[in-house]
């Protein structure tokens, strides 16, 4: 499974962007990670095929996930962005469950949140 993300950028604070994310196949269960300078990568927010979603807590109330399954695409809507929301943000996918170390990944897009 190859991907082509899109959508990152450089917004100020309290902005909004949407990173697209469109696989080359159907896979199950799709999400984003993030890493910033000097930390690890987190998981910042999955859906499966059904549509079931999950956040992490320090986006939860502002961003969105969702997908178009027709298309094989993934959405994440980024609302509210703080400077601690600057990273580079990956697609990832699975077949299984993309909460742990998922099989595919995208190659980043980078997200930059300026005061």
């Known amino acids: 499974v190859q991907f082509v993300e899109s959508g990152g950028g450089l917004v100020q604070t309290g902005g909004s962007l949407r990173l697209s994310c469109a696989a080359s196949g159907s896979i199950f269960h799709m999400g984003w990670y993030r890493q910033a300078p000097g930390k690890q990568r987190e998981l910042v927010a999955d859906?499966?095929?059904?549509?079931?979603?999950n956040y992490a807590d320090s986006v939860k109330g502002r961003f969105t996930i969702s997908r178009d399954n027709a298309k094989n695409t993934v959405y994440l809507q980024m609302n509210s962005l703080r400077l601690e929301d600057t990273a580079v943000y990956y697609c990832?996918?699975?077949?299984?469950?993309?909460?742990?170390?998922?099989?595919?990944w995208g190659q980043g897009t980078q997200v930059t949140v300026s005061s």
């Open positions: 859906i499966t095929r059904y549509g079931y979603t």
């Open positions: 990832a996918a699975d077949g299984v469950n993309v909460q742990d170390h998922p099989d595919y």
